[in-house]
């Protein structure tokens, strides 16, 4: 769910499954960005981030799907305590790229605050989980549309969430608006190891709910290591028409009026798998024309109603951000069997 264990590598090793990605001003005259990592950390997979990854923020300042600003985090091997020592790293224009290399930033370790040339915050570390979402609803409804009906009482009056009580880890760093800019930017996280040599990108993500809406697992595993392993510029035209295709079906299923008109609109508003931000704006999700993401946005109704064309979804309410920075609550583990036994279960799912 969102980009919860939608892989098999994602599956193999939480540490490079990408959760979920968050824009939205932070303390007066700065713009935070928030990236969680490892579903159901603790329990489904580790709590720790993987010492040969590279975890990246990228930028294109121009609004487009060319990056110039990379923003670099990589770790050590966790200590006897289970900390790591973070490096964050910025990279600009061709730089930005490609590589691991950078202007250093500043150093720390997790679970502690610390400082970033420039007046700038980083953080690293266990939180909960932030966002929300009614996963066993979402999964019937999408198998149900696979087999030619339209069932939106799948989603009942009662809200639920297949991620309460879970926890990831995540990254959150505050910079100052203008070390990006004040034009509209677009933003995505990207995910790369070493394990071979050159380089190689392993998971990307933009906007929420994009790959449970439009790639469902198992039968979109080869599309979706093809999709995390590419650049955002290509995403119209890879899957485009898979995207129209999907929300023209919905569309006559529910007896929207032109669901050819519909279909472009969905298309429009998911591709490229971009999260636009315009620093200094509130921050506001929606797939047509918000703004960033904030942590307390309802990804997960907001995104179901733009693909089906009407409020639909109803996933519990999101925590708000906390006061401080890095704006995340603090882990909250619940007793719970491992998150990732449903997502390897044979039950119809989007994950």
Not at 105 to 123: H, I, N, P
Not at 225 to 240: H, I
Not at 301 to 323: H, K, W, Y
């Amino acid at each position: 769910m969102s980009h919860h264990f939608d892989s098999a590598a994602d599956r193999a090793d939480g540490r490079i499954n990408l959760c979920d990605l968050y824009a939205f001003p932070g303390a007066p005259g700065t713009t935070a960005v928030v990236l969680t990592v490892n579903p159901d950390a603790g329990r489904s997979s580790p709590t720790s981030f993987r010492p040969d990854a590279l975890y990246e923020f990228a930028l294109a300042t121009d609004g487009g799907t060319s990056e110039d600003i990379a923003l670099r985090l990589t770790f050590t091997d966790p200590d006897e305590t289970g900390q790591q020592q973070v490096q964050v790293r910025r990279a600009d224009g061709p730089d930005a790229r490609t590589g691991a290399e950078g202007t250093p930033l500043g150093e720390g370790r997790t679970g502690k605050v610390f400082s970033l040339t420039g007046d700038g915050l980083a953080w690293a570390g266990v939180a909960a989980d932030p966002f929300t979402a009614d996963g066993a609803a979402i999964g019937v409804f999408l198998q149900a549309l696979r087999e030619g009906r339209y069932t939106p009482n799948a989603f009942t009056a009662s809200p639920s969430n297949a991620f309460a009580g879970r926890d990831v880890t995540a990254i959150a760093l505050q910079l100052p608006d203008a070390a990006l800019g004040s034009a509209q930017l677009s933003l995505w996280a990207r995910i790369s190891v070493f394990d071979h040599v050159p380089q190689r990108q392993v998971n990307r993500i933009g906007q929420a709910m994009f790959r449970p809406l439009f790639f469902n697992p198992p039968d979109t595993e080869t599309q979706l290591d093809a999709l995390n392993a590419a650049s955002p510029a290509t995403d119209s035209d890879a899957y485009g028409e898979r995207v129209r295709d999907l929300a023209g079906i919905v569309a006559r299923l529910a007896g929207l009026p032109d669901p050819a008109t519909h279909a472009a609109k969905v298309a429009a508003a998911f591709l490229p798998d971009v999260v636009t931000y315009r620093p200094g704006q509130p921050a506001a999700f929606h797939p047509v024309d918000g703004n960033g993401r904030a942590l307390g946005d309802n990804a997960f109704d907001i995104a179901v109603a733009v693909f089906a064309g009407s409020t639909l979804g109803n996933a519990s309410t999101p925590r708000p951000a906390t006061p401080e920075f890095p704006y995340l609550s603090a882990p909250q583990p619940a007793d719970l069997p491992p998150l990732i036994d449903y997502f390897r279960s044979p039950q119809p799912a989007t994950q």
